[in-house]
C-alpha cells in the first residue's frame, strides 16, 4: 500500500479535457463492457442526451412511510412518464408498478438498517442477483459508507453486487453515502466516487459538493446527483442547472419531486434541464406556468 506520508494533493483534474478513452459509446468508461451492460446503461441514459432523469423513491427502506410517499401506487405512474429511471425497493416496485408503464429500473439491493440506529452503516445484500434478472432491472444500487464504521462491509457488499452484475451484464451505481458525522467536501467526494468506481461500478450517485467538477473529470464513470434535502422548487431547479453544467450525467432526485406540492410539473421541468439545455431559470418559468394553468 502507498504510504501516504508527505501525500501529495491531486490537482491536475484537466476538467476541459474530454475523457479520452470513449471510443464506440456515448457513456464515459463503459466503451469495454459487452453488449448486455451497455442495453441497459441505454435504458437509464438518454441516448440523445447522454443524460438521465431518475426519481428516487427508496427512501421507506430505512425510513419507513416518507412524507409525500404514502401511497406509491398513486404517485409512481403519474410520474413514470416524465422520468427515464424509477429507483426504488423490489417491494416498492413489484407492488406498485405496473410492469407496463415502468421506466428502467435502479433496483436497490441493499438494506439492514433503520432510522431509529445512530449509525445506519451496516447493511446487507438483500436481493438475490436472480431477482435483479426476474425484475429485469436496469441497474443495481447498493449504498456505500467511505469513511464510515461499516465501510469494510459496505465495499464487501459493493464489490459482491459487481461481480454479481458482471456474470449477468447489470450495471451496479455505487451510491456514496454521507452519514451525520461526514463533511460534505470536495476531498471526502473525491475519495469515496473514486474509490466506487475503482471497484467497478458502471454508475456513481453522490452529492453536489464546492469543486463539483473534479469530482466528475476524476471518476471514470457517469456520475448522477441526489437532491438531497427538500429545497425550494427553483432552487432545486439550480442544483440540477450546476451539476449537469459541471458534468454530471443526470439526477437522481427524491425529496426534491415527490415532496413537492406538484411533482409531475417539478420532474418535467427537470426534464427540461437535464436533456434539454434548458436554464434553471427557463425551466422554473416552465413550472411556474404549467401550475398557474
Ligand atoms: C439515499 O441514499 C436514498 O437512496 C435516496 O435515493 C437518495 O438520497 C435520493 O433521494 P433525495 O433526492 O431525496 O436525497
Not at 64 to 91: I, Q, W, Y
Request: proline share 4%; charged share 20%.
Amino acid at each position: 500500500m502507498a504510504d501516504l506520508q508527505g501525500l501529495k494533493v491531486a490537482k491536475d483534474y484537466h476538467t476541459d479535457v474530454p475523457f479520452a478513452n470513449q471510443n464506440g459509446f456515448y457513456l464515459k468508461g463503459i466503451n469495454s463492457l459487452d453488449w448486455g451492460m451497455k442495453r441497459h446503461m441505454a435504458n437509464i441514459f438518454d441516448p440523445k442526451s447522454g443524460n438521465t432523469v431518475m426519481f428516487a423513491f427508496d427512501h421507506g427502506y430505512f425510513m419507513g412511510s416518507t412524507a409525500g410517499l404514502e401511497r406509491l401506487d398513486l404517485l409512481l405512474p403519474k410520474l413514470a412518464p416524465h422520468v427515464n429511471c424509477f429507483m426504488g425497493t423490489r417491494g416498492a416496485i413489484r407492488t406498485c408498478v405496473p410492469p407496463e408503464i415502468a421506466p428502467s429500473i435502479a433496483l436497490r439491493v441493499t438494506s439492514g438498517s433503520s432510522m431509529l440506529q445512530d449509525d445506519l452503516s451496516h447493511e446487507i445484500v438483500a436481493v438475490d442477483i436472480e431477482d435483479a434478472v426476474r425484475m429485469n432491472a436496469d441497474c443495481m444500487a447498493v449504498q456505500t459508507f467511505v469513511g464510515a464504521d461499516g465501510q469494510l462491509s459496505s465495499l464487501e457488499n459493493l464489490n459482491q453486487v459487481i461481480n454479481a452484475g458482471m456474470r449477468y451484464s447489470i450495471p451496479t451505481m455505487g451510491v456514496c453515502a454521507v452519514g451525520k458525522d461526514m463533511a460534505r467536501t470536495d476531498r471526502f467526494f473525491k475519495l469515496a466516487t473514486r474509490i466506487i468506481a475503482e471497484m467497478g461500478c458502471q454508475v456513481v450517485k453522490t452529492y453536489d459538493c464546492e469543486n463539483f467538477e473534479e469530482v466528475v473529470a476524476a471518476c471514470p464513470v457517469p456520475i448522477v446527483v441526489a437532491g438531497g434535502k427538500k429545497l425550494a422548487e427553483a432552487e432545486a431547479m439550480t442544483l440540477a442547472y450546476s451539476v449537469i453544467q459541471k458534468g454530471a450525467r443526470g439526477v437522481d432526485m427524491g425529496r426534491n419531486i415527490f415532496q413537492s406540492e406538484h411533482p409531475v410539473e417539478m420532474a418535467i421541468a427537470i426534464n427540461k434541464i437535464v436533456h434539454e439545455g434548458f436554464t434553471d431559470k427557463e425551466a422554473y418559468e416552465l413550472y411556474l406556468d404549467s401550475i398557474n394553468g
